[in-house]
């Protein structure tokens, strides 16, 4: 007589796996998929707007950076891209006002100005949404998004797409966030050379020295960029050219 065995039993390990294969593939659709967006959008602009030059800035307002760059930006006479950060617009409210009013393109770059990768999806779509609340009456409110860091989950990104609102990467980073800095002319030689056409920088510094680091750059991406006959964009502009 044959002995009937039951079934094997799923072992421990295999449960492990299965949820490590769920953990994956929720990865992959919240924050892989944007990033492959991400990676479209900016092939897309360097290839199809070359000869184009965004200038951006992030992270403000504040009462002293953001001032010296919209004055710069004035006396250059060339248009930018700034993405404001609503709680940096709650306490500098007359700046905010200043940055509507300067006739340059706005979006929003979140309330608080977190990392979605380390604060989770609802976190980030929670935080985008209340930066537009905040910024209400100095963005319209179909004004583009830029993720803080770059960073941005599936959740987030198609609740932009529904609002009409874009998603707005860039292509070179300036980098001076950074305590050390090349030379300003060199900064922009290579930017130009390398960089596409949509740069980011930032208009808040508290450090004096970094502070004095965009401006320099600034001036000189205008000075170099005109010598190459770029022409001077905001972000919409670019991305009706790479359209």
Not at 114 to 134: C, H, L, S, V
Not at 191 to 196: N, Q, S
Not at 202 to 219: D, G, I, Q
Request: proline share 9%; glycine share 6%.
């Amino acid at each position: 007589m044959i002995a009937a065995y039951p079934p094997p039993t799923s072992t421990p390990w295999l449960v492990a796996a299965a949820i490590l294969g769920t953990i994956v593939a929720a990865a992959v659709v919240l924050y892989a998929l944007p990033l492959l967006i991400r990676a479209r959008q900016v092939a897309r602009w360097r290839k199809r707007a070359p000869g184009h030059l965004a200038l951006t800035y992030d992270d403000g307002p504040d009462d002293t950076t953001t001032p010296a760059v919209l004055d710069l930006l004035d006396e250059l006479g060339v248009p930018a891209t700034f993405y404001l950060v609503g709680f940096r617009s709650e306490l500098n409210p007359q700046t905010a006002a200043l940055v509507r009013d300067s006739g340059h393109e706005l979006g929003t770059h979140t309330h608080s100005h977190k990392n979605a990768w380390k604060k989770g999806p609802i976190f980030e779509f929670r935080d985008a949404r209340r930066a537009y609340q905040t910024l209400d009456g100095i963005v319209p409110p179909n004004a583009p998004y830029r993720p803080p860091f770059g960073k941005c989950s599936l959740p987030t990104l198609l609740a932009m797409y529904a609002k009409d609102r874009r998603v707005d990467w860039w292509t070179a980073p300036a980098n001076d966030s950074r305590d050390e800095q090349p030379q300003p002319a060199e900064a922009a030689r290579r930017l130009l050379d390398t960089g596409g056409p949509v740069i980011l920088m930032h208009s808040h510094h508290a450090e004096p020295n970094r502070r004095a680091f965009v401006l320099a750059l600034t001036r000189e991406l205008v000075r170099q960029g005109r010598e190459r006959g770029r022409l001077f964009a905001t972000v919409r502009q670019v991305r009706e050219a790479a359209a």
